[in-house]
């Protein structure tokens, strides 16, 4: 038998998972539906026209996103704590089946759940706004901006880094995750504008990774970048951080010790 990874003990793993935690997270999905339901239902009520697709899809992003880091941010919880942390670690599987077991549900199954429960509720509200005509634009994921394929990228990225901060911080994990991340947005922001004022001899407005550097010259604003055409780059760096997060956060459950 695999000392790493057994196929049959990693399903018996997940089941046990799934019993002890099924309340919990459907309470947790009844809370996350509650809050689209009021926050998007009040600010329909207060527009004066029906919520337009382009509206609808900055609630899915916001709702993708925070609710999926907030999640995230809890699911190696348990190693905060000195007693559940013995359990989680003396029980009899790999610590690698441990990891996928909360891979899973903060990511497919956070996705497979979140997608159908956001169009519940925007069919919900559709319904019973008077104001919504027969052809009222409903948002498509598949075709809305930003496109799925990037918002997945996005969604992989922070899922990571939040699963790096539930397993490394003890306590107040998407809190301390969140402001790690702030700070090191910053510094690699200032870092790559120190970087790009060096090349160019001059001091800049705004220089952001990824994105043009702005300088002004008399009284003109002018925009260098050489950026154009290189998304697919942007994005395949992101799938990499991600993906090196991802083990990153492995390496740092299979490090704890009872």
């Given at each position: 038998m695999?000392?790493?990874f057994?196929?049959?003990?990693f ?5 046990k ?5 099924y309340k919990t ?9 509650g809050?689209m339901f ?7 009520y207060?527009a ?10 900055i609630?899915?992003l ?6 999926g880091?907030?999640?995230s ?5 348990q190693?905060?704590d ?6 989680f670690?003396?029980?009899p ?11 899973l549900?903060?990511?497919p199954?956070y996705?497979l759940l ?6 519940l509720?925007i069919?919900?509200?559709l319904s ?10 409903v ?9 799925l394929?990037?918002?997945?990228t ?15 911080f003890?306590?107040h994990h998407?809190?301390k995750?969140?402001?790690a991340g ?5 510094l690699?922001y200032n ?16 220089a952001?990774p990824?994105s043009?550097?702005?300088f002004?010259?008399?009284?003109k ?13 942007v ?15 492995y ?6 010790q009872v």
């Open positions: 695999s000392n790493h057994n196929l049959s003990r399903a018996l793993l997940f089941r998972h799934t019993v002890e935690h997270y459907l309470m947790s999905l009844a809370v996350l539906l809050a009021l926050i998007m239902g009040t600010a329909s207060m004066v026209s029906p919520m337009p697709a382009t509206e609808q899809s609630f899915f916001f709702f993708l996103m925070g609710a880091m907030v999640f941010s809890t699911v190696f919880a190693l905060g000195k007693k559940k942390a013995i359990a670690l003396t029980l599987a790999s610590q690698l089946e441990k990891y996928l077991v909360g891979w549900y903060s990511f199954i996705l979140f997608i159908p429960s956001f169009y509720i069919y919900i509200l019973i706004d008077p104001r919504v005509g027969p052809e009222h634009e948002i498509n994921i598949l075709t809305s901006e930003p496109p394929h990037i918002l997945l996005f969604y992989a990225l922070f899922n990571a880094l939040m699963l790096v901060g539930s397993a490394y003890n306590k998407f809190i995750t969140a402001f702030f700070l090191g947005i910053l690699l870092l790559n504008k120190q970087v790009l004022q060096a090349m160019l001899g001059r001091d800049l407005a705004s952001g990824f043009a550097a702005y002004m010259e008399n009284d604003r002018f925009e260098v970048g050489a950026y154009e055409g290189n998304e697919p780059l994005l395949l760096l992101l799938v990499v951080l991600a993906l090196v997060s991802w083990v990153v956060a390496f740092k459950i299979k490090e704890k």
